[in-house]
């Protein structure tokens, strides 16, 4: 009888569990879709990020294994290549291991990498996907990305690199004139830096820019400005990170739009 037929060998493979990549959304609750919900609530394990809201963490289910794997900026409770074996791991000891990621998996979640491990190791993984910050937080800020009378294109771009990536940097020249909206996500740190290089590129000092934190919890705060003075508003005010950046016109519908501000979900 061959290795690749023995009965230890099938029944390995029968146990293996599966390992699925769960957007949490961007914090509000009411934004989890009902297929992360229901996983959530039937997982044997559940490896969560930092970030994701309190009720959401609560529909786990309670007999289920949590391990925070979160990172924050400087403070890595699980470094990507621990976390990656983690999930092997579990998934050969559990049935349903959840790994709940902010926003989406795949922007800027590093669930493509993880995705990638799980495969290389022949561990069965299922993406589902959740709405991201990029999109979300302005929206509950009333600005729509995209507008007939101010934008018909967006770009989606990190302001955070990790070290050592493919190439050394952003071409934010490209960048400015590749669209008329810009949303930068972890770009609070780089934020002088960002915008020096989008007005050394061509794009208007006039540019209205806003900032937004918590994007969709009850305590989202916002913080508007241009090209010009945005960093000064910073430091000015104190502003911190976590936050998205909206660069565009159509930032100019806050003022307008932000009254009708969802009512963020309590379950």
């Known amino acids: 009888m061959t290795a690749e037929t023995s009965p230890n060998k099938a029944n390995e493979k029968k146990c293996l569990g599966k390992v699925y990549l769960v957007g949490a959304g961007p914090g509000d609750p009411g934004l989890l879709t009902v297929k992360g919900k229901t996983l959530l609530e039937c997982a044997d394990a559940v490896i969560y990020d930092a970030l994701i809201s309190p009720q959401i963490l609560a529909l786990i289910n309670p007999h289920a294994e949590k391990i925070h794997a979160g990172k924050r900026r400087g403070r890595h409770s699980l470094v990507q290549e621990e976390t990656a074996k983690l999930l092997i791991e579990k998934a050969h000891t559990h049935a349903v291991v959840v790994r709940l990621k902010g926003g989406d998996p795949f922007v800027f979640g590093r669930g493509g990498e993880e995705m990638e491990d799980l495969v290389a190791a022949g561990v069965p993984v299922e993406v589902v996907p959740g709405v991201t910050s990029g999109i979300a937080a302005p929206a509950y800020a009333g600005i729509p990305l995209t507008h007939r009378s101010y934008s018909s294109s967006v770009t989606f771009v990190t302001g955070h690199e990790a070290a050592g990536k493919y190439r050394p940097e952003v071409n934010w020249q490209a960048i400015a004139h590749g669209s008329e909206t810009i ?65 565009g016109d159509v930032v100019k519908l806050h003022s307008v739009l932000a009254h009708c501000r969802p009512v963020v979900y309590h379950p």
């Not at 960002?194 to 009850?218: D, H, M, N, Y």
Request: proline share 8%; net charge negative; hydrophobic share 45%.
């Open 183 to 247: 949303v930068i996500y972890m770009g609070i740190h780089n934020l002088p830096h960002i915008i020096a290089e989008l007005v050394a590129a061509g794009r208007s000092p006039e540019t209205p820019v806003a900032l937004i934190r918590w994007g969709t919890r009850p305590d989202q705060e916002e913080l508007t400005g241009t090209l010009a003075t945005i960093v000064r508003q910073v430091e000015e005010t104190g502003f911190e990170a976590p936050a998205i950046a909206a660069i």
